[in-house]
């Protein structure tokens, strides 16, 4: 009987060994192909709200980590400088919308660095269907309104929804989602203002922090 449940453990161990063996394989083949996938689909998401005419470096490999309450909270956000011909000329920031009517509203905002706003997209929201997700650019163009808007200053006054006296329609029976998202990219819009002066001292994508 011991014998029996020696093969039965022996052969058990091959199976996960193999097992193990052939999802590691699975993984390293198509790790590059994931990989490439996402690098394409964020150059597309990038298209979208920032001119590819605006700028000439790769977006992707200038990344930066940063942290301002301006961006909806104390946690890091990657942020994507865009420079022409090695000048500084705009940044794509993901931020966040935390007073969204079911949570937190993820964003992606392109600026320069005078409070002109070049496009906005939303990356991770649960706001109601049919409702607050029409700030899904699948669902309506309401999140295109922002794109070559400018902010003057903190007290903009044009930067809310029309019900609080601003220029951004809000949706039939749903006024906190794009009041949430309208205040979030005017606080990064003017964050992005702040963006210069940091420049050479903000750590980059993957950097280690000891």
């Known amino acids: 009987m011991l014998s029996t449940m020696r093969r039965h453990g022996t052969t058990l161990a091959l199976f996960a060994a193999l097992t193990t063996g052939l999802t590691a394989l699975v993984h390293a083949l198509t790790k590059p192909t994931i990989e490439h996938q ?3 689909q964020q150059k597309a998401l990038f298209d979208q709200v920032l001119p ?3 700028y ?3 977006l992707q490999k200038e990344c930066y980590v940063v942290t301002d309450s301006a961006l909806g909270n104390g946690l890091p956000h990657f942020l994507y400088l865009a420079r022409k011909d090695g000048v500084p000329v705009a940044a794509a920031v993901e931020t966040t919308a935390p007073d969204g009517y079911s949570g937190s509203i993820q964003l992606l905002v392109a600026a320069d660095f005078h409070g ?3 496009g906005t997209r939303v990356i991770e929201h649960h706001e ?3 409702l607050g997700d029409k700030i899904e650019l699948r669902i309506s163009d309401w999140i295109k309104l922002f794109a070559r808007q400018t902010i ?3 007290d903009d006054r044009r930067w809310a929804v029309k019900k609080d006296g601003g220029m951004f329609d809000q949706f039939t029976g749903a006024t906190i989602t794009p009041r949430a998202v309208v205040n979030a990219v005017k606080r990064t819009g003017l964050y992005l203002e702040t963006l210069p002066s ?3 001292t903000l750590p980059a994508c993957g950097e280690s922090n000891e």
Do not use: F, K, R, Y
């Open 38 to 40: 996402a690098a394409l």
């Open 52 to 54: 590819p005419e605006l």
């Open 56 to 58: 000439n470096n790769n």
């Open 116 to 118: 002109n706003v070049l």
């Open 128 to 130: 109601t269907p049919g």
């Open 152 to 154: 003057n200053g903190p």
């Open 198 to 200: 940091q420049i050479d």
